[in-house]
Nanobody, 124 residues
Framework: QVQLVESGGGLVQAGGSLRLSCAAS????????MGWFRQAPGKERDLVAA????????HYAASVKGRFTISRDNAKNTVYLQMHSLKPEDTAVYYC?????????????????RGQGTQVTVSS
């Protein structure tokens, strides 16, 4: 069983930056693909970014490509989401996720493990 705890959310003005962190425990971290999803009020949960276990492969939603960067530190069992040039439409609860392969998430499947989420609010 993998436990995921997110941190780093908050309120930021449009154009600002935030870095989210997700600490994982309970499994061999490097064996898991990791990702970030987000869900805004009244909307479906969307995959924002994902990274393979080794960190060699990444995926980004078109809406965040060039602004967000996902990375991981396997020695610290932590995955990060660096967010720049934030927009009001980035406002959502951001969830950390873990699973065997992230390609299934790209096709809409639910990740095996998910954290409780952290709120990101971008003011205009």
């Amino acid at each position: 069983q993998v436990q995921l705890v997110e941190s780093g959310g908050g309120l930021v003005q449009a154009g600002g930056s935030l870095r989210l962190s997700c600490a994982a425990s309970g499994g061999t971290f490097s064996r898991y693909a990791m990702g970030w999803f987000r869900q805004a009020p009244g909307k479906e949960r969307d995959l924002v970014a994902a990274i393979s276990g080794s960190g060699a492969s990444t995926h980004y939603a078109a809406s965040v490509k060039g602004r967000f960067t996902i990375s991981r530190d396997n020695a610290k069992n932590t995955v990060y989401l660096q967010m720049h040039s934030l927009k009001p439409e980035d406002t959502a609860v951001y969830y950390c996720a873990a699973g065997t392969y992230y390609i299934s998430w790209v096709h809409g499947e639910t990740p095996q493990y998910r954290g409780q989420g952290t709120q990101v609010t971008v003011s205009s």
